[in-house]
């Protein structure tokens, strides 16, 4: 599956240490997998975390909705598609499509909205030249 412009693909294996006892995925390593997904978008945009924290910016996730449709097991090849979904001055919001990557069965969708703060923890406005690289992308799921 290509990405387009607008929504990233990134994937990897289920790791041992990702699952529970019933053998499935744990489900608060979902929210990991999403900071990683969205962390890789951004940087495939043209921003990264990093560059922003040097600009005195941070983005600190305010709300976040998991919908888990099915399970992930140990050494599965996990595949997430991540949009942006909304853009405000002051908030972010990403989307995301989780799904077992050899089959296209998707496991969980997900949307995160992230406040813009600068280094003190005030609400802040993102740059224009940032916001110019994140397009807001229509939904490729249904949330």
């Known amino acids: 599956m290509e990405a387009s ?5 990134t994937e990897w294996r289920v790791n041992y240490s990702e699952t529970d006892q019933m053998g499935v995925v744990y489900h608060a390593r979902y929210l990991v997998w999403l900071d990683r997904a969205r962390t890789e978008h951004l940087r495939r ?14 983005l600190a996730v305010g709300e976040a909705r998991i919908r888990y449709r099915q399970p992930a097991r140990y050494d599965d090849l996990i595949r997430i598609r991540c949009w942006v979904r909304d853009l405000a001055s ?3 919001t990403f989307g995301y499509a989780v799904e077992h990557a050899e089959s ?3 496991l969980a969708t ?5 406040m813009v703060l600068d280094a ?8 224009a030249e940032v916001v110019d690289r994140l397009p807001v992308s229509p939904d490729p799921v249904r949330l």
């Open 110 to 114: 997900a949307e995160t909205s992230l």
């Open 120 to 127: 003190d923890f005030k609400w802040t406005r993102l740059p």
């Open 45 to 58: 945009t043209g921003v990264s975390y990093a560059d922003l924290e040097r600009r005195g910016l941070r």
């Open 5 to 9: 412009h607008d929504v990233s693909i």
């Open 90 to 92: 002051r908030r972010l």
């Open 104 to 106: 296209g069965r998707l």
